[in-house]
């Protein structure tokens, strides 16, 4: 069969399949040949160098484009007298930084302004492995120190879990017995939950642009990326949400007030969420098929106790005729808030369900995956 011998027509692009025998080369080696108009076309002949790319399924991809592997380039610069506003020269950092940007220079025509060295001071404490190292009146050197093979993913995953699980149980607890010094702990955890979450945004492209890289850090397939993204960012908002909550419980007054009524319910909530925070934290670093399904039947219990709770807390509104309005307030957010979160925990046992179900001979005895024929 000639190489073009199969020529099917879809929306102006030519797809071509042609068959070769594997041939034997010295005592060691084996080869095939390629499709000679092919090679021509993209200007290849003997001793030309070609990209070879092995996919998760076994595929092999050959280009012809290049003469060797692709870099990434590791540098970039922000002219910051050229950014209409000094917020955009922190929010360029943080994404030079995730794009996956070693050395990152902020430099501008002029003298760099206080505001516009504040914004990139700011940048840097909000990122792992940041730091100026050389700064002149009108240039700032920024360096990233992470390495991928010291930072394993699912390491920083781990952290990003348990901080923001931390968050949750500190906010329910505030709830119960309001403390003033929640409000500083809780911002901190979160500041440490967002560098950790951009770490692992960097970490992800770092390894979908690299199958050696991703594979230091621990990647088993390179098709987990996006549920590993999905993860991250169920977490970072699970954070965002216990931060909020607590500022809610800050701003309602619940500090100065009694709220009896309310403990045993919320008490009731923190017990249901440590619970799933176990389970989901077994499915998820243990690789445990029990605790993932005892953690949907948690998640799905939590957002059926929040939401009668809702309707709960409506009754009584009603009966007190509009009293206790710094209750009303915080309380329906409170039980939205943690139905929500448990959505996100549910998504996130999905997607190691997902996992699971790949490799059933593992996870799922009961379960046969029946071969393609041939």
């Not at 592997?69 to 922190?90: Q, W, Y």
């Not at 360096?143 to 990003?160: A, G, H, N, T, W």
Request: aromatic letters at 6%; a negative charge; proline letters at 3%.
């Amino acid at each position: 069969m000639t190489a073009a011998a199969t020529r099917p027509k879809l929306e102006g692009i030519t797809l071509e399949k042609d068959v070769r025998r594997v041939q034997k080369l010295g005592n060691a080696s084996l080869g095939i040949s390629i499709p000679k108009d092919w090679a021509i076309s993209r200007g290849i002949k003997a001793g030309s160098l070609l990209s070879m790319t092995i996919g998760d399924d076994g595929r092999i991809t050959l280009g012809g484009d290049t003469v060797g592997p692709s870099t990434f380039p590791v540098k970039c610069r922000i002219h910051a007298n050229n950014c209409p506003d000094e917020k955009l020269i922190m929010r360029t950092i943080i994404g030079c930084y995730i794009v996956g940007y070693n050395t990152i220079a902020v430099s501008s025509d002029k003298e760099l302004t206080v505001d516009q060295t504040k914004q990139v001071n700011m940048a840097v404490d909000r990122l792992t492995g940041v730091t100026v190292v050389e700064q002149t009146d009108n240039n700032m050197l920024l360096e990233c120190m992470v390495q991928p093979p010291k930072f394993p993913l699912m390491s920083m995953i781990k952290r990003l879990f348990f901080q923001s699980s931390a968050m949750v149980e500190r906010m329910l607890a505030d709830a119960m017995h309001p403390d003033a010094g929640a409000l500083r702990d809780v911002a901190d955890l979160e500041m440490d939950v967002d560098r950790l979450y951009r770490l692992v945004l960097r970490l992800l492209l770092l390894g979908a642009r690299d199958r050696d890289v991703a594979k230091q850090m621990g990647i088993e397939d390179s098709r987990h990326l996006l549920g590993d993204r999905a993860i991250a960012a169920s977490l970072e908002f699970v954070a965002d949400l216990s931060e909020e909550l607590v500022n809610e419980i800050d701003a309602a007054g619940l500090h100065q007030s009694g709220k009896e009524q309310f403990k045993a319910e919320t008490t009731v909530l923190l017990s249901m969420f440590h619970e799933l925070s176990v389970s989901t934290s077994s499915c998820l670093f243990e690789r445990d098929l029990n605790a993932a399904s005892a953690a949907l039947d948690g998640a799905h219990a939590l957002q059926r106790t929040c939401w009668e709770g809702m309707k709960t807390l409506q009754n009584r509104q009603r009966e007190e005729h509009g009293q206790r309005e710094h209750l009303s307030v915080f309380y329906p957010l409170l039980y939205s808030g943690m139905r929500n979160i448990a959505k996100e925990y549910e998504l996130i046992v999905q997607v190691m369900m997902n996992r699971f179900i790949e490799k059933p001979s593992a996870k799922f005895p009961y379960l046969e995956i029946e071969e393609a024929a041939r």
